[in-house]
Each structure stands twice: as structure tokens, then as C-alpha cells.
């Protein structure tokens, strides 16, 4: 990453990997609803990846696999989970699947993955707090706000995972499709353009996207944007009064010297 994108000063969060930081807006028809609810109400919407901005995000490459052996295996297992108890059914099924050929085995098999995909939920964090793009990006134009959460290994787990950047599309076999391991290469590679994101996402897998609770205890504090209104900051220190829950506050600053932001606790 580009000294740029990031403050050439030790920020307050250095040296521990669990920070994430949500960049948000309080501008919109959601902005300020949205930071009622993290402050107030402890939950935040989790997106279908299929409204994601970047068409190449979540819309890997896949192919049928030239295992023989693979492909009997899934069409047998695709046979057995037919609805029809019927063992002809089932021949005809196979048949039929053999028949189609790879490129259109591989076809079905992306649209499937992307009705998965659709049905499923992703939240997304970074992991800078100063990230000069990140604030200009998704925190409209430094105006807006960042909230500040700390991952939770136990007693019950509460983790994002690293997001990949690669120059090429995750290729996904075909007969896999539905296995953890090619969801999560689906839905945590992203093009190389994006790696100053430093992004964190979770996933809930097959379960539709919607508002999600999560543990009060996880949200630590929020980050006043360098160019944030005096409305907008009465709006926030409003909420923050009303939580019972002793959030920290910081201000992002502009350095006098560097293309950087500086930030300090409150």
C-alpha cells in the first residue's frame, strides 16, 4: 500500500490486527438511520453481494473440471439429491447431465452459484482507520463518520476475514461449487485495483441479506471525519450520550505536513 493512502503517523490503533473500521456516510435516505442503529440498536445491514458496486466482485471464473472421476462424482451426488426417489429418474438425471458437456455443465453451475451468492449476506470493514481513499470513498468525502469495532474470539467468535487481491478472477471447478472453500474464494478475492480497501468482510452463507445484531461489547468507538458538519457532529455525540455503552470518540485531522490524516482520541 502507498505511504499516500495512510497516515505516516502511528495512529491509536496500531499494533493490534482485531480493529475494524466501518466507513460510512451520514448523508442519504440511510446515513443517519444507520448510525442509529450501530449506536443505538447494536445491528447493521448486510448486503446480497450481487448489489455490490464492482461487477468482477463475487463473480468468479468456473469451469467444468476434466476429472473424470470429479465429474461422475458430482453427477452422482447431484442424482441422489433429486427430489424423485425414483431410481430411473435418477439414470435419466445423469444421463442428461453427461449429455449438456462441459461448457454447459459450467454455465449451469455459475448461475447457480450466483443465485447462492445472491441469497447470501456480506458485511464489509476495513482495516485503516486513515485511509485517505477509504474516508473520500465511503465516508463522503471525509464528512461522514467511521465506526470503530474489535473482532471477539470467544466466547462466541466474532471475525471477518481477509479479503484477497488478485490480477486474476478465482477460477471455481464446477463440481465444487457449492463447498465452503470455493464460496469463500468467490466471495474474498477481488481485483488487484481494489488492495488499498484493505478490506475485512463476514458472511453469512445462504441466508438472505437483512439487519443483523451483533454483540454490544464489539463496538468500541467512532471517528469524527476531518470535514464533518457541526450538525452532523451534534447529531453523533447525541446518539453517543443516549448508548449506554462507553464508546470511545476520535477526530481524524488533516497533517499540516503530509497527505495523511492524523487521528486522535478525544
Not at 219 to 242: H, N, P, Y
Request: charged share 30%; hydrophobic share 35%; glycine share 4%.
Amino acid at each position: 500500500m502507498e505511504q499516500s493512502e495512510a497516515s505516516t503517523t502511528e495512529h491509536p490503533f496500531a499494533g493490534d490486527p482485531l480493529w475494524l473500521f466501518k466507513y460510512r456516510s451520514l448523508e442519504g435516505p440511510y446515513g443517519r438511520d444507520t448510525a442509529r442503529d450501530i449506536i443505538l440498536h447494536n445491528r447493521m445491514y448486510w448486503q446480497s453481494p450481487a448489489s455490490f458496486n464492482d461487477p468482477f466482485d463475487c463473480a468468479p471464473t468456473v469451469q467444468w473440471s476434466m476429472s473424470k472421476l470429479r465429474q461422475e462424482s458430482f453427477i452422482s451426488q447431484a442424482a441422489r439429491s433429486s427430489i424423485s426417489s425414483s431410481r430411473y429418474d435418477r439414470r435419466v438425471q445423469k444421463r442428461e447431465i453427461r449429455a449438456r458437456g462441459r461448457r454447459q455443465n459450467a454455465i449451469l453451475m455459475r448461475d447457480s452459484l450466483r443465485d447462492l451468492l445472491k441469497s447470501s449476506a456480506v458485511t464489509c470493514f476495513s482495516s485503516l482507520p486513515d485511509s485517505v481513499l477509504m474516508w473520500a470513498h465511503y465516508a463522503n468525502s471525509h464528512k461522514g463518520i467511521c465506526f470503530v469495532f474489535h473482532e471477539r474470539l470467544d466466547p462466541n467468535p466474532w471475525l471477518a476475514f481477509d479479503v484477497k487481491y488478485e490480477k486474476d478472477r478465482p477460477i471455481i471447478e464446477g463440481t465444487r461449487t457449492f463447498d465452503e472453500q470455493s464460496f469463500e474464494d468467490a466471495v474474498l478475492t477481488k481485483a488487484i485495483d481494489w488492495e488499498y480497501e484493505r478490506e475485512k468482510r463476514m458472511v453469512d452463507y445462504g441466508s438472505p441479506p437483512g439487519h443483523r445484531k451483533f454483540p454490544p461489547e464489539v463496538l468500541c468507538g467512532v471517528i469524527f471525519g476531518a470535514k464533518m458538519s457541526t450538525d452532523d457532529r451534534k447529531f453523533v455525540e447525541g446518539l453517543l450520550s443516549q448508548s449506554p455503552l462507553n464508546l470511545k470518540q476520535y477526530d481524524a485531522k488533516i497533517s499540516d505536513t503530509h497527505f495523511a490524516l492524523e487521528i486522535a482520541q478525544i
